[in-house]
């Protein structure tokens, strides 16, 4: 129980800052048009998957 807990806790304060992080990238690429970069978006607020879907699929970073 209490590492679901901890679980919860970490990705309510990490995923706000992995979404940032990743629409800075996302918005400084020159290689994906206007449409690309509000689906990107969209997905991207998608709690807890977003930004890892960025990095994976997208080719995108965080940093």
């Known amino acids: 129980m209490g590492k679901h807990i ?3 806790l970490i990705s ?3 995923h706000p800052v992995a979404v940032v992080l990743m629409l800075v990238n996302l918005y400084g690429r020159p290689d994906l048009n206007t449409s690309q970069k509000i689906i990107w978006t969209v997905v991207g607020l998608v709690w ?3 930004p890892t879907l960025y990095v ?3 080719g995108g970073a965080l940093w």
Do not use: E, K
Request: hydrophobic fraction near 75%; aromatic fraction near 16%.
């Open 48 to 50: 807890g998957i977003g």
């Open 6 to 8: 901890l679980w919860i």
């Open 56 to 58: 994976l699929v997208g």
């Open 12 to 14: 309510i304060f990490l």
